[in-house]
Nanobody
Framework: QVQLVESGGGLVHPGGSLRLSCAAS????????MGWYRQAPGKQRQLVAA???????IYADSLKGRFTISRDNARKMVFLEMNNLKPEDTAVYYC??????????????WGQGTQVTVSS
């Protein structure tokens, strides 16, 4: 069974930092892009950052400079380093990846989400 599992969320004070991790497991032939999205209450899910298998990255404009995405291809993991967190960063953060399962089966997969709450 192919799955993405996030970890690292939690409660943090404004100005603090968190590091999210996401691990892909199961019978996976290869991984294309990996990324993070977030969804705050009452809002649509939005892209936070994404990274290709070659290491090229994109970020939501409003998050550049505070968030850093990275990946470990050997361990099939993607990370999101979040610094100087603000209350408006509070959301459920979802891992997303383009997975190639077999020569004929591929698609975008989602993790179950991890809650990040920024509050004093």
């Amino acid at each position: 069974q192919v799955q993405l599992v996030e970890s690292g969320g939690g409660l943090v004070h404004p100005g603090g930092s968190l590091r999210l991790s996401c691990a892909a497991s199961g019978s996976i032939k290869s991984i294309d892009h990996m990324g993070w999205y977030r969804q705050a209450p009452g809002k649509q899910r939005q892209l936070v950052a994404a990274i290709t298998s070659g290491g090229s990255t994109i970020y939501a404009d409003s998050l550049k400079g505070r968030f850093t995405i990275s990946r470990d291809n050997a361990r099939k993991m993607v990370f999101l380093e979040m610094n100087n967190l603000k209350p408006e960063d509070t959301a459920v953060y979802y891992c997303n990846a383009g997975l190639v399962i077999t020569k004929f089966v591929s698609g975008r997969y989602w993790g179950q989400g991890t809650q990040v709450t920024v509050s004093s």
